[in-house]
Protein backbone atom coordinates (compact mmCIF):
# COMPACT_ATOMS: atom_id res chain seq x y z
CA UNK A 1 0.00 0.00 0.00
CA UNK A 2 1.41 3.31 -0.66
CA UNK A 3 1.93 6.03 1.50
CA UNK A 4 -1.38 8.32 0.53
CA UNK A 5 -3.32 5.21 0.49
CA UNK A 6 -2.44 4.18 3.35
CA UNK A 7 -2.40 7.05 5.28
CA UNK A 8 -6.34 7.86 3.58
CA UNK A 9 -7.33 3.99 5.02
CA UNK A 10 -6.33 4.77 8.59
CA UNK A 11 -8.09 8.29 8.55
CA UNK A 12 -11.47 6.39 7.54
CA UNK A 13 -10.47 4.21 10.28
CA UNK A 14 -9.93 6.57 12.62
CA UNK A 15 -13.21 8.56 11.89
CA UNK A 16 -15.06 4.94 11.85
CA UNK A 17 -13.05 4.01 15.27
CA UNK A 18 -14.38 6.96 16.67
CA UNK A 19 -17.64 6.80 15.16
CA UNK A 20 -18.14 3.48 16.96
CA UNK A 21 -16.84 4.54 20.45
CA UNK A 22 -19.39 7.74 20.16
CA UNK A 23 -22.24 4.81 19.60
CA UNK A 24 -20.91 2.16 22.73
CA UNK A 25 -21.36 5.33 24.75
CA UNK A 26 -24.69 6.60 23.83
CA UNK A 27 -25.99 2.67 23.39
CA UNK A 28 -24.13 0.84 25.80
CA UNK A 29 -23.32 -1.52 23.47
CA UNK A 30 -19.98 -3.69 22.68
CA UNK A 31 -17.71 -1.24 21.43
CA UNK A 32 -16.20 -3.88 18.97
CA UNK A 33 -19.85 -4.34 17.66
CA UNK A 34 -20.36 -0.48 16.80
CA UNK A 35 -17.56 -0.93 14.71
CA UNK A 36 -19.60 -3.18 12.15
CA UNK A 37 -22.73 -0.72 12.72
CA UNK A 38 -20.53 2.27 12.53
CA UNK A 39 -19.53 0.98 9.25
CA UNK A 40 -22.97 -0.13 8.03
CA UNK A 41 -24.60 3.02 8.61
CA UNK A 42 -21.49 5.38 6.98
CA UNK A 43 -22.45 2.92 4.14
CA UNK A 44 -25.61 3.71 3.89
CA UNK A 45 -25.09 7.82 4.16
CA UNK A 46 -22.42 7.92 2.28
CA UNK A 47 -23.29 4.97 -0.39
CA UNK A 48 -19.77 3.36 0.31
CA UNK A 49 -18.62 0.71 2.84
CA UNK A 50 -15.39 1.79 4.37
CA UNK A 51 -12.46 -0.59 3.08
CA UNK A 52 -11.67 -4.08 4.96
CA UNK A 53 -8.27 -2.41 5.87
CA UNK A 54 -9.93 1.24 7.10
CA UNK A 55 -12.58 -1.39 9.14
CA UNK A 56 -9.62 -3.90 10.46
CA UNK A 57 -7.41 -0.16 11.69
CA UNK A 58 -11.14 0.83 13.35
CA UNK A 59 -11.08 -2.28 15.49
CA UNK A 60 -7.30 -2.42 16.46
CA UNK A 61 -8.06 0.81 17.45
CA UNK A 62 -11.34 -0.02 19.45
CA UNK A 63 -9.76 -3.41 20.83
CA UNK A 64 -6.27 -0.86 21.87
CA UNK A 65 -8.72 1.34 23.61
CA UNK A 66 -10.81 -1.10 25.66
CA UNK A 67 -7.48 -2.81 26.71
CA UNK A 68 -5.98 0.91 27.88
CA UNK A 69 -9.45 2.71 28.98
CA UNK A 70 -8.39 3.29 32.34
CA UNK A 71 -4.90 4.54 31.50
CA UNK A 72 -5.85 6.79 28.25
CA UNK A 73 -8.49 8.43 29.98
CA UNK A 74 -6.58 9.01 33.17
CA UNK A 75 -3.78 10.91 30.43
CA UNK A 76 -7.24 13.14 29.17
CA UNK A 77 -7.71 14.18 32.89
CA UNK A 78 -4.65 15.03 33.56
CA UNK A 79 -3.83 16.79 30.46
CA UNK A 80 -6.99 19.01 29.83
CA UNK A 81 -6.44 21.71 32.29
CA UNK A 82 -9.63 21.63 34.27
CA UNK A 83 -11.70 19.35 32.11
CA UNK A 84 -13.48 16.49 33.49
CA UNK A 85 -14.25 13.37 30.80
CA UNK A 86 -18.32 14.07 31.45
CA UNK A 87 -18.01 17.77 30.83
CA UNK A 88 -15.92 17.42 27.33
CA UNK A 89 -18.50 17.14 23.79
CA UNK A 90 -18.90 13.44 23.88
CA UNK A 91 -17.57 13.23 20.22
CA UNK A 92 -14.62 14.84 20.89
CA UNK A 93 -13.58 12.81 23.89
CA UNK A 94 -13.64 9.94 21.46
CA UNK A 95 -11.39 11.57 19.30
CA UNK A 96 -9.22 12.47 22.08
CA UNK A 97 -9.45 8.59 22.80
CA UNK A 98 -8.41 7.35 19.80
CA UNK A 99 -5.77 9.80 19.56
CA UNK A 100 -4.31 9.05 23.18
CA UNK A 101 -4.76 5.13 22.46
CA UNK A 102 -2.33 5.86 19.43
CA UNK A 103 0.12 7.66 21.15
CA UNK A 104 0.26 4.89 24.12
CA UNK A 105 0.48 2.57 21.80
CA UNK A 106 3.53 3.82 21.06
CA UNK A 107 3.87 2.05 17.04
CA UNK A 108 6.71 3.05 15.31
CA UNK A 109 4.37 3.30 11.78
CA UNK A 110 2.45 5.90 13.84
CA UNK A 111 4.83 8.65 15.60
CA UNK A 112 3.33 11.49 17.70
CA UNK A 113 3.28 13.79 15.45
CA UNK A 114 1.86 11.77 12.73
CA UNK A 115 -1.29 10.30 15.69
CA UNK A 116 -1.66 14.01 16.40
CA UNK A 117 -1.83 15.62 12.79
CA UNK A 118 -4.37 12.95 12.12
CA UNK A 119 -6.69 13.43 15.45
CA UNK A 120 -6.89 17.33 14.42
CA UNK A 121 -7.94 15.77 11.06
CA UNK A 122 -10.60 13.54 12.55
CA UNK A 123 -11.81 16.47 15.15
CA UNK A 124 -12.34 18.54 11.62
CA UNK A 125 -15.00 16.21 10.39
CA UNK A 126 -16.45 14.73 13.41
CA UNK A 127 -15.54 17.54 16.15
CA UNK A 128 -17.29 20.45 17.50
CA UNK A 129 -15.77 23.79 16.28
CA UNK A 130 -13.25 24.26 18.94
CA UNK A 131 -12.36 20.44 18.90
CA UNK A 132 -9.07 20.46 16.80
CA UNK A 133 -7.77 23.28 19.19
CA UNK A 134 -8.59 21.52 22.38
CA UNK A 135 -7.39 18.46 20.79
CA UNK A 136 -4.30 19.68 19.64
CA UNK A 137 -3.33 21.13 23.22
CA UNK A 138 -4.26 17.77 25.22
CA UNK A 139 -2.79 15.18 22.76
CA UNK A 140 0.69 17.22 22.38
CA UNK A 141 0.91 17.41 26.58
CA UNK A 142 -0.04 13.94 26.39
CA UNK A 143 2.66 13.26 23.91
CA UNK A 144 5.12 15.62 26.03
CA UNK A 145 4.40 12.90 29.52
CA UNK A 146 4.34 9.39 27.82
CA UNK A 147 7.80 10.73 25.94
CA UNK A 148 9.78 7.88 23.80
CA UNK A 149 6.41 5.57 24.10
CA UNK A 150 4.35 8.08 21.75
CA UNK A 151 7.35 8.61 20.04
CA UNK A 152 7.43 5.10 18.40
CA UNK A 153 10.24 4.07 20.78
CA UNK A 154 8.65 1.20 22.80
CA UNK A 155 5.21 -0.47 21.94
CA UNK A 156 4.37 -2.37 19.25
Given at each position: MTAPIEQQVRRQGRILAAQALYQ???????ADAAVAVASRIGAEEEGQSPSEPAEA?????VE?????RLQ????????????RLDRMARM???ILRIGVTELAAGRA????????????EVARVLGSEQAPAFI??????????????????TGE
Amino acid sequence: MTAPIEQQVRRQGRILAAQALYQAEITGEDADAAVAVASRIGAEEEGQSPSEPAEAWARWLVEEFTGRRLQVDHLIEETSANWRLDRMARMDLQILRIGVTELAAGRADVPAPVAIDEAIEVARVLGSEQAPAFINGVLDAVSRRLGPVAAGGTGE
